[in-house]
């Protein structure tokens, strides 16, 4: 590409920048009649390759590990939420806080597991998800 070439390139460039969203459509719908092509192929092209790049997000954590690291300093009132959270007996819950860090709960929702979370460290406790 020649010197010049590259500066009206860069001037058209810098002009549809300038743009508004509406003039910009326009802009499309002219080149289009203008030249008989359409931007569909190349926009199904664009959706298939960001669709990749989406499944990666797509395959975000769907399943989460509640984890306590800490019980602070009121071991007690982390004992009683942790058993109305899991339904464990007394000495089963207070063995989980004697032994931290310990998996509460499994393969839990994000809603969930955040709702475990917000309540456990409401009473001082340290909690992970994972």
Do not use: H, W, Y
């Not at 009206?8 to 969203?21: F, P």
């Not at 959270?85 to 000495?91: A, D, N, R």
């Not at 839990?108 to 955040?114: F, G, H, L, P």
Request: proline share 2%.
């Amino acid at each position: 590409m020649t010197t010049t070439a590259k500066k009206s390139v860069d001037t058209l460039v810098e002009e549809i920048g300038n743009l508004t969203v509406l003039e910009l459509s326009e802009l499309v719908k002219a080149l289009q009649d203008k030249f008989g092509v359409s931007a569909a192929a190349p926009v199904q092209v664009m959706a298939q390759a960001s669709g990749d790049a989406g499944a990666a997000k797509a395959e975000e954590k769907t399943e989460f590990t509640v984890t306590m690291t800490s019980c602070g300093d009121k071991k007690i009132q982390v004992l009683k939420v942790l058993r109305e959270l899991t339904g464990l007996g007394l000495k089963d819950a207070k063995d989980m806080i004697d032994n931290l860090p310990k998996d509460i709960k499994e393969n839990m929702s994000k809603e969930e597991a955040q709702n475990m979370k917000s309540k456990l460290e409401e009473v001082g406790a340290s909690i992970e998800l994972k």
